[in-house]
């Protein structure tokens, strides 16, 4: 319990004090806080005098415009900082001390938490990787040898990250109108196919030396928190461009995550993935059943009249590959991650209607329509936003990802060029 009115449906309860950066119309300058209930605490604000030692020693990474700093002085040291924040949170006599720090979370400007040096999109959700397969490859060979041997990826671009509630620019590129006609001649257009792709996101903290694989069993170790996240895909602009060495620009336009960071630390109901009947490579047996994490998540589809509907109800659950497996495949080679990388999930999905989490899943490559009221979709138009939530946990102990959000800006003007 805390001093603080924090309602029972509160995403951001005692239990979750998620980190973020922020800014206000009155201090501009970007600083770190926690999300609490309605409020954002303000932690550059605050004077930790009855912290322990170190977290006072290290409280100046809260004045800084990104949370890397904190993140790199790792786990052991955020379970200490949480820890005396809901202490404070907890005890009365912080009261009048923290409510001059609190400021309410419409009054907030969200800046993107972690400068991201790498980001790496996976591929781990069996259904969406079958439902995809079928699309192109018929149900036969809907998956690829070698899915379900180790967690396929790709490296994709860290500078178009962008914090939730940024709008994303439809592109141009390369599309082939008729894949049936001969020759196979693309034509220079506005992406016509753009989709969502519903996703989670892990921030690294701690780092691994150059040629120094990280050990699955250790690997939790290396995860400083959770992001909900939306890998924006233009897919007929990838359709033409894939081959042979995967998606670029198709993927590049932008990928947009929520802005508070759910600790690693903070206590997520794990349970079963995915089940894998394949003998796993020594590096990826993690030896555990229970190694995913169990968020609910839902998106909203939002037309530019206003229509609004949620098409997608799943579960982070539907994963293969847990995150320490991802770490340990990605770092096999010996490649070194450094804190602020960010790892995706790859689109989420269930089995059943209504759980996939991407519009090429829900209308079969744009052969069915989704309905949004009066309206019809089969993928995203100008105008159209998406909001993806996520949540676990029990009222009175929720830990919510609030939300990341998006609106489909018309594309340049480029023909004339």
Known sequence: ??????????????????????????????????????????????????????????????????????ASLGRPFHREVREYLQTVLKDASNKDAVSKCLIPLAEVTNHLPLKIGDYTDFYASTNHAYNIGVLFRGPDNALQPNYKHLPVAYHGRASSVVVSGTPIRRPWGQILLDPKA?????????????????????????????????????????IFGYVLMNDWSARDIQAWEYVPLGPFTSKNLGTSISPWVVLADAAIPRTEGLPNENQLASYLQEGKKANMLDISLEVDLITANGKKKTITKTSSKNLLWSWPQMIAHHTITGCNLQPGDLFGSGTISGTETGTEGSLLEQTKGGKMVVNVEDEERKFLLDGDSIVIRGWAGKDGERIGFGEVGGQILAPLDLGKK
């Open 1 to 70: 319990m805390s001093w603080l009115d924090i309602a029972p449906d509160s995403p951001f309860s005692l239990a979750n004090l998620p980190f973020g950066i922020i800014s206000t119309s009155g201090n501009s300058t970007p600083r770190a806080a926690v999300a609490v209930g309605t409020y954002a605490f303000d932690l550059s604000t605050f004077s930790p005098a009855s912290a322990p030692a170190k977290v006072k020693q290290h409280w100046e990474a809260f004045s800084q415009p990104t949370l890397n700093t904190f």
């Open 182 to 222: 001969e020759p196979k001649v693309p034509t220079f257009t506005p992406c016509k196919r753009l989709d969502l792709e519903l996703e989670m996101g892990m921030f690294i903290c701690t780092p691994n030396n150059l040629g120094e694989p990280v050990d699955v069993q250790s690997a939790e170790e290396h």
